[in-house]
Each structure stands twice: as structure tokens, then as C-alpha cells.
């Protein structure tokens, strides 16, 4: 699977952004989306998932009642919705993607990652 993100940017503290991440190759619907990101000097660090069949998703505690994961199943692309920004969300922020349809949240079990998009928060 090929994965493209984009959407990144810079905004101030309490803004919004909406990351997208457009996939090709070969996607189905028994796999599952997710989002990444990695300030630095720290380890990659899991936000969101969503399931592509169904949508279910799960969240980071730190994102939790922030951003919001989904999903257009006709444009193969998946969206994160980011409200309430604040200064240590700033990081790069990949999508992956991998088969099946647990929601895992370690970025070790994923094979298949998009370029990376830099989101900065200022204060």
C-alpha cells in the first residue's frame, strides 16, 4: 500500500488542522488506518486508529476529545481532524496502514507508512 499525508502546517495554540492521508495499491477493507507522530529526540508515539470496515476507532489519551479519526472509503483516504492544538502537539505525523482488523497501537507492527507531514503549535 502507498500512502501519501499531507495537510500539515503551522497554528497557533487552539487552532485546528485536518491531516489527510490518501492510500493506493492494495487496500481492503480487512485493514486497518492509523496515525503516528514523533516529536523530536522521542520515539514514534501512536494517536489514532480507525478500522477501515465498520470505522471503528481508538484514540490516545492525549488526543482524546481533540482530534478525530475517519474515513472516506471512496476516496481511499483517511483524515485526522485536529482541534484544541496545543504546543506539545507539535511532531511529524505519519499515516501507516497494515492487514487486519485489530486495533494495535505499536508503530512496530506496521509495514506500510506515509511520508510524514510536520504539524507545528505555536504558543
Known amino acids: 500500500v502507498q500512502l501519501q499525508a499531507s495537510g500539515g502546517g503551522l497554528v497557533q495554540a487552539g487552532g485546528s488542522l485536518r491531516l489527510s492521508c490518501a492510500a493506493s495499491?492494495?487496500?481492503?477493507?480487512?485493514?486497518?488506518m492509523a496515525w503516528f507522530r514523533q516529536a523530536p529526540g522521542k520515539e514514534r508515539e501512536f494517536v489514532a486508529i480507525i478500522r477501515w470496515s465498520g470505522g471503528s476507532t481508538s484514540y490516545a489519551d492525549s488526543v482524546k476529545g481533540r482530534f478525530a479519526i475517519s474515513k472516506d472509503s471512496g476516496k481511499n483516504t483517511v483524515y485526522l481532524q485536529m482541534n484544541s492544538l496545543k504546543p506539545e502537539d507539535t511532531a511529524v505525523y505519519y499515516c501507516?496502514?497494515?492487514?487486519?482488523?485489530?486495533?494495535?497501537?505499536?508503530?512496530?507492527?506496521?509495514?506500510?507508512w506515509g511520508q510524514g507531514t510536520q504539524v507545528t503549535v505555536s504558543s
Open positions: 495499491g492494495r487496500t481492503g477493507s480487512n485493514s486497518v
Open positions: 501507516a496502514a497494515r492487514y487486519g482488523s485489530s486495533l494495535w497501537q505499536s508503530p512496530k507492527l506496521y509495514d506500510d
